[in-house]
């Protein structure tokens, strides 16, 4: 099950699953993920279709370049409400069907390396904190609910080539971006799966709380 806030923009990318995996179940629903009763009512609703939520991959999110003295109230809480708030109701939601289904499971949060250190030259303090929140959430709530055998773990990628990195005028920091990897270059979306598959799976049975990095990180 796929939640995204305009089905219209995730359409396309649902049509390729489909037709790249023609047996498997892939629905969608429109979902405002800091709503708090819809994502609520969306994870009893998936359990009820697919039978059980045993994985949540949490990736929604956006980022805003606005430096710090210009940055209204509103701004700051758009930021803040997505990345960090949205990602403890879906975490919420799910790990409270997990524990009705006393099956166990895993959440994956998506954090940054924005998250770990401040990264320059764009100005974006509200995404940076956002982060920063996700990762301390993700020890607390790993703690918390170790017990039900539910995994919570984050992933910190790099610079991804995706759509929060694109846009008029940023062409420069791209090319900052890239020149400061030794391997040249800005990641790519498909360079997350073999993380999702081990923080997801049985493969990754030991690990919770853990932040893991995507790129280079040394």
């Known amino acids: 099950m796929i939640f995204d806030r305009t089905l219209d923009q995730a359409e396309t990318e649902i049509e390729r699953l489909r037709v790249e995996y023609p047996s498997a179940s892939i629905l969608s629903k429109q979902v405002d993920i800091t709503d708090e009763v819809a994502v609520s009512e969306a994870v009893v609703h998936t359990a009820e279709l697919l039978g059980s939520v045993d994985i949540l991959l949490c990736f929604a999110g956006v980022v805003g370049c606005v430096h710090a003295v210009e940055m209204t109230a509103t701004e700051w809480r758009r930021t803040l409400d997505i990345n960090t708030t949205g990602s403890f109701l879906c975490a919420q939601a799910v790990a409270k069907q997990i524990i009705l289904q006393g ?64 846009g008029d005028g940023i062409a420069d920091a791209r090319a900052i971006w890239a020149d400061r990897n030794p391997m040249g270059r800005m990641g790519e979306p498909n360079e997350l799966t073999g993380l999702v598959v081990l923080l997801a799976s049985n493969a990754g049975s030991y690990m919770t709380g853990n932040a893991e990095h995507l790129g280079f990180s040394s």
Request: zero cysteines; proline letters at 5%.
């Open 103 to 166: 099956t166990g499971g895993s959440i994956v949060f998506i954090a940054s390396i924005s998250g770990h250190r401040v990264n320059f030259p764009q100005p974006q303090v509200a995404y940076n904190t956002s982060k920063a929140a996700v990762l301390a959430m993700k020890n607390s709530l790993a703690a918390e609910w170790a017990r039900y055998g539910i995994r919570v773990n984050s992933i910190s990628p790099g610079y991804m080539d995706t759509i929060l990195n694109e």
